[in-house]
């Protein structure tokens, strides 16, 4: 690798052709992927959405190629399945910058409205204390460890599944689930651009890191947790909207689900 510049592969990623930008180690053997033009609609992509190793990855693959993250421009991500929709470019990316038109709040606010006025009086009693008027997004957590600690943490006990390593052309993890066109909440909700914006939010409050992206899974570290209580229901609120499979068909409620992610260093989430 000539200067340490990105091999030719990688700069495809970029729009500007990975100019000035560095990843001085060599990459295990791999290739990128580019969207299926039948599965987005929108014919041939001007570039790949991201380039995929061959091979299972390491927490310490992960963890170094996330420590040349300033460098690189390219964000790393543990990819659980990779026939589908990896392999077979089931993706639809999105350019980040759209991403900066979201907030947290105006899609809480939005889903829990929409959700509400399809549920039936008696299902109200799933979301206590808050019932039908959404609280809108938690306080920040207090950091309980540094972040790229704990994310590399996550990426150690996630990689011993076996996955392939992936390499995302985004400015932060957030951004890489819409850069990579990743379709993992599409039943929830069509568009992931308003979700990223979440991740964005979860990002600076909690601490949290994308660690992993599935067909229908996301994996965050998070570095700053709720650690008590009358916070983690208030985190729990966050997640019901973002994520209600994880409360619909886990605890049943918020009460419930407050409890299994109060002082957790790990937010998994997973779409029916």
């Known amino acids: 690798m000539s200067d340490h510049q990105l091999p030719r592969e990688l700069c495809q990623l970029f729009a500007d052709g990975g100019r000035g930008r560095r990843l001085p180690i060599t990459l295990p053997p791999g290739d990128v992927v580019w969207p299926d033009p039948g599965y987005t609609g929108q014919g ?61 709040e105006g899609f809480m606010a939005e889903v829990w ?52 390593l992936g390499l995302v052309a ?29 991740v964005r939010s979860w990002e600076d409050r909690f601490g949290a890191r994308v660690v992993s992206v599935g067909f229908n899974t996301l994996d965050l570290s998070v570095a700053a947790p709720p650690v008590d209580p009358d916070h983690a229901l208030h985190v729990a609120a966050e997640h019901w909207t973002f994520c209600p499979d994880n409360v619909v068909q886990g605890p049943g409620d918020l009460q419930g689900y407050a409890e299994q992610i109060i002082g957790g260093h790990a937010w998994s989430f997973w779409w029916d």
């Open 44 to 104: 041939k992509a001007p570039r790949p959405a991201f380039w995929m190793s061959d091979d299972h990855a390491t927490g310490a693959d992960w963890a170094l190629l996330r420590e040349w993250h300033p460098h690189s421009g390219l964000w790393p991500l543990l990819l659980d399945e990779s026939a589908q929709p990896w392999g077979v470019g089931q993706v639809v990316p999105d350019d980040p910058r759209q991403i900066d038109h979201f907030t947290a």
């Open 113 to 164: 409205e929409e959700w509400v006025a399809q549920m039936p009086p008696e299902a109200l009693s799933e979301l206590e204390p808050f019932g039908a008027i959404c609280p809108g997004p938690a306080p920040p957590g207090k950091l309980r460890a540094d972040p790229e600690a704990v994310a590399e943490w996550l990426a150690g006990e996630l990689a011993a599944k076996g996955m392939p």
């Open 170 to 198: 985004a400015g932060r993890g957030a951004d890489a689930l819409a850069v990579m066109g990743w379709q993992g909440a599409l039943h929830h909700n069509e568009w992931m651009v308003p979700m990223a914006a979440v």
